[in-house]
């Protein structure tokens, strides 16, 4: 597998949680393809200092989801199927749909790509996040302009 994978045992995320999203981070990013061979479960499970367990429900959980196969005594892989990265062309017609963003949003946001890549976060997840932070901050807004000055 030529995609890094990492472990932080002192995050709130539990370990087979951040190597899910990781894998399938890789997968939707391209850097992943399908029939790309994953580590066996006890490589991997040594390389990140887990437990075999962790790296197994992880690996499960993938498949369950479509992401990777599973085969006895053939290992771990990317499915045939698995989420592909979205073209050039429609990057390209999503970012001049946004020209109208200011600089600092624009740079945010590719900043905020270039981190989720970077640690492993599935598109959904990212989006979510940044989903959750527009309510908040819409929430704390309403609730300034709501107070009596």
């Given amino acids: 597998m030529s995609a890094a994978l ?3 045992l002192r995050s ?3 370990p087979y949680e ?5 894998v399938a ?3 939707a990013a391209g850097a992943l393809s399908p029939g790309d061979r994953l580590p066996t479960v006890r490589d ?3 390389d990140l200092g887990v437990a075999p367990g962790t790296v197994q429900r992880a ?3 993938l498949e369950a989801t479509g992401v990777v196969i599973s085969r006895r005594r053939h290992g771990t892989s990317v499915a045939p199927g698995a989420p592909r990265p979205a073209s050039a062309a429609d990057g390209a017609r999503r970012t001049e ?3 109208d963003a200011p600089d ?8 905020l790509a270039r981190a989720a890549l970077a640690a492993g976060l599935a598109d959904g997840d990212v989006l979510d996040l940044v989903r959750g932070t527009l309510a908040a901050a819409r929430d704390r807004s309403r609730a300034r302009s709501l107070s009596p000055g």
């Avoid at 951040?18 to 990781?22: D, S």
């Fill in 6 to 8: 990492h472990v932080d």
């Fill in 12 to 14: 709130a995320v539990p």
């Fill in 18 to 22: 951040q190597i899910r999203a990781q």
């Fill in 25 to 27: 981070g890789h997968v």
């Fill in 44 to 46: 991997l499970a040594a």
């Fill in 59 to 61: 690996y499960r959980e």
């Fill in 97 to 99: 749909d946004a020209a």
């Fill in 104 to 111: 600092d949003v624009r740079s945010a946001a590719h900043s």
